[in-house]
């Protein structure tokens, strides 16, 4: 069974930085086109970024744009976003998502990504 494993989530005040990573636990999810989506208590999970296996294409929400960066280590089987600038409205849990596909696709809905991870905390104050 694979496994995706976030990590990196906090509390930080509104206007700082935090680096979220997710560590993927097979090697094959090097071929795996990686998002990050994310869920505030009683919303709806939001597309965030998505990264395409070989990174040479990357999608970014619309909330996030500018201020977000996606990234990934395919050597490391792990996936970074780096969020400056945070506001209290990006307070929510934080999931990495994972999908097969042998195209270069940055996928933005959910119903595509087949794996998915626990989740990590982020909360941004005011």
């Known amino acids: 069974q694979a496994h995706l494993v976030e990590s990196g989530g906090g509390l930080v005040q509104a206007g700082g930085s935090l680096r979220l990573s997710c560590a993927a636990s097979q090697r094959a999810f090097s071929t795996y086109t990686k998002a990050w989506f994310r869920q505030a208590p009683g919303k709806e999970r939001e597309f965030v970024a998505a990264v395409s296996w070989s990174g040479i294409n990357i999608f970014y929400g619309d909330s996030v744009k500018g201020r977000f960066t996606i990234s990934r280590d395919n050597a490391k089987n792990t996936i970074y976003l780096q969020m400056n600038s945070l506001k209290p409205e990006d307070t929510a849990a934080y999931y990495c998502?994972?999908?097969?596909?042998?195209?270069?696709?940055?996928?933005?809905?959910?119903?595509?990504?087949?794996?998915w991870g626990q989740g990590t905390q982020v909360t941004v104050s005011s």
């Open positions: 998502a994972a999908k097969y596909s042998e195209l270069q696709h940055a996928y933005d809905a959910r119903t595509e990504y087949d794996y």
